[in-house]
């Protein structure tokens, strides 16, 4: 994200001197993407960054996959995922319950009340939808407060913790690539700028605005890393707290888009789903669908048409609202459904005709579209209702 932000205490030219008010030096970290060819932020330690005094095996929640077979469109339940009270004593970072994933992206659920350790990953940034709930998220850039309909985004190796308001639970939709996760390269002018033609602004983006320091020893990090044989995890200990950065400045950093920012582009017949595109990784993307005036042709027909998806997988997870195209097939706030590639979808019988003369659709609903097939994570197989792939043979509504 090519968007010059300084925060803090950094000296007049990077890669000289920048001293404490004892005299002694700050350390320097570049924090930077592919090498030191693309975007990358300057952070100004009080203490070496490379210090580690443990490190140990740390067990992931169960990352395992199972192959959609034989091919089904699933409706899958989040909410069901976690009954009861159980929040109270869970975090956004060890709670996550896996919902789908491939090479490229995994898609994991969590409620949680708790805060979470400090948190690194080390595979790819993470973009975290929140379907309800608010608090900070604690970086070592700064702190970034958090509210509903907020996407938080993370960029890879940024150590954090998440903190939640007390007494509310937080409803997360935890987006993990293999990649790193950017704005849609047809929105950016050469220079990085978003154009106008973007359906969001660099003033719709909010980052730290001041550091946070912290105090303490042996500071217990988890973090997610490549292994010999796919996803791993270690627990360093650090001999002082990581979040000890006077100042920083660059193009990377943690920032926070919330959904009601984004503006709606709209036509007089349907628009293809990519107008609705908010971010992109590598062979995925994510879109946005809001509340929004819909096809004012005189002979439009609002809903989607039928399609077929020849290249991807689509993932929608419903937020709220209304979502016309999906009535009639148990859908509601909470739910996933997941569209293979090799099958044609489209709305539920009857929603077609039933969307002829309307003027608006009240809904929000988050999509990733993969061009590699999704699997199922534990937590997809234990949330699909199983019915869902038979419902467009209904005749009754």
Same mark, same amino acid.
């Given at each position: 994200m090519a968007y010059y932000r300084s925060v803090g205490n950094v000296p007049p030219k990077r890669h000289t001197q920048h001293r404490k008010p004892d005299g002694g030096l700050y350390y320097e970290e570049l924090m930077g993407e592919e090498g030191f060819s693309s975007d990358s932020s300057l952070l100004y330690h009080r203490n070496i960054p490379s210090a580690i005094a443990d490190a140990q095996v740390w067990e992931l929640p169960d990352q395992s996959l199972t192959a959609n077979h034989p091919l089904t469109p699933r409706h899958l339940k989040l909410h069901e995922l976690f009954p009861g009270q159980e929040w109270k004593a869970a975090d956004v970072v060890t709670g996550r319950r896996l919902v789908l994933g491939n090479a490229d992206v995994r898609i994991s659920y969590v409620v949680a009340g708790e805060p979470s350790p400090l948190y690194r990953n080390a595979i790819g940034d993470e973009c975290v939808y929140i379907e309800s709930g608010s608090g900070s998220v604690e970086t070592v850039f700064g702190v970034l407060p958090f509210r509903q309909g907020d996407h938080v985004m993370l960029p890879r190796a940024t150590t954090h913790r998440w903190v939640p308001e007390p007494d509310q639970p937080v409803r997360a939709y935890v987006i993990e690539a293999n990649s790193h996760i950017t704005p849609p390269k047809r929105y950016l002018s050469r220079f990085g700028q978003l154009l106008e033609h973007a359906p969001y602004s660099e003033r719709d983006l909010h980052g730290p605005t001041e550091p946070m320091l912290?105090?303490?020893? @042996?500071?217990?990090v988890l973090v997610k890393h490549r292994g010999p044989r796919g996803l791993a995890g270690t627990r360093f200990v650090y001999p002082q707290h990581p979040f000890d950065v006077v100042g920083w400045d660059g193009c990377l950093y943690p920032y926070t888009f919330n959904i009601a920012d984004f503006e709606p582009i709209t036509g007089r017949v349907h628009q293809p789903p990519p107008v609705h595109q908010v971010f992109e990784g590598y062979n995925f993307v994510i879109c946005n669908f809001v509340p929004r005036k819909v096809d004012y042709h005189p002979l439009?027909?609002?809903?989607?048409y039928y399609h077929s998806n020849v290249d991807s997988d689509?993932?929608?997870?419903?937020c709220g609202g209304d979502y016309e195209a999906r009535k009639g097939s148990g859908i509601g706030p909470g739910s996933i459904s997941l569209h293979p590639g090799g099958w044609a979808h489209g709305p539920q019988p009857g929603a077609y005709e039933r969307s002829i003369g309307v003027?608006?659709? @009240?809904?929000?609903?988050v999509m990733v579209d993969t061009f590699r097939p999704l699997e199922l994570g534990e937590a997809g197989q234990a949330s699909d209702d199983g019915v869902y792939a038979w419902s467009w043979n209904r005749t009754d509504r």
């Amino acid at each position: 994200m090519a968007y010059y932000r300084s925060v803090g205490n950094v000296p007049p030219k990077r890669h000289t001197q920048h001293r404490k008010p004892d005299g002694g030096l700050y350390y320097e970290e570049l924090m930077g993407e592919e090498g030191f060819s693309s975007d990358s932020s300057l952070l100004y330690h009080r203490n070496i960054p490379s210090a580690i005094a443990d490190a140990q095996v740390w067990e992931l929640p169960d990352q395992s996959l199972t192959a959609n077979h034989p091919l089904t469109p699933r409706h899958l339940k989040l909410h069901e995922l976690f009954p009861g009270q159980e929040w109270k004593a869970a975090d956004v970072v060890t709670g996550r319950r896996l919902v789908l994933g491939n090479a490229d992206v995994r898609i994991s659920y969590v409620v949680a009340g708790e805060p979470s350790p400090l948190y690194r990953n080390a595979i790819g940034d993470e973009c975290v939808y929140i379907e309800s709930g608010s608090g900070s998220v604690e970086t070592v850039f700064g702190v970034l407060p958090f509210r509903q309909g907020d996407h938080v985004m993370l960029p890879r190796a940024t150590t954090h913790r998440w903190v939640p308001e007390p007494d509310q639970p937080v409803r997360a939709y935890v987006i993990e690539a293999n990649s790193h996760i950017t704005p849609p390269k047809r929105y950016l002018s050469r220079f990085g700028q978003l154009l106008e033609h973007a359906p969001y602004s660099e003033r719709d983006l909010h980052g730290p605005t001041e550091p946070m320091l912290a105090d303490g020893t @042996d500071a217990e990090v988890l973090v997610k890393h490549r292994g010999p044989r796919g996803l791993a995890g270690t627990r360093f200990v650090y001999p002082q707290h990581p979040f000890d950065v006077v100042g920083w400045d660059g193009c990377l950093y943690p920032y926070t888009f919330n959904i009601a920012d984004f503006e709606p582009i709209t036509g007089r017949v349907h628009q293809p789903p990519p107008v609705h595109q908010v971010f992109e990784g590598y062979n995925f993307v994510i879109c946005n669908f809001v509340p929004r005036k819909v096809d004012y042709h005189p002979l439009s027909i609002p809903v989607p048409y039928y399609h077929s998806n020849v290249d991807s997988d689509e993932v929608m997870f419903y937020c709220g609202g209304d979502y016309e195209a999906r009535k009639g097939s148990g859908i509601g706030p909470g739910s996933i459904s997941l569209h293979p590639g090799g099958w044609a979808h489209g709305p539920q019988p009857g929603a077609y005709e039933r969307s002829i003369g309307v003027e608006y659709f @009240d809904e929000l609903a988050v999509m990733v579209d993969t061009f590699r097939p999704l699997e199922l994570g534990e937590a997809g197989q234990a949330s699909d209702d199983g019915v869902y792939a038979w419902s467009w043979n209904r005749t009754d509504r």
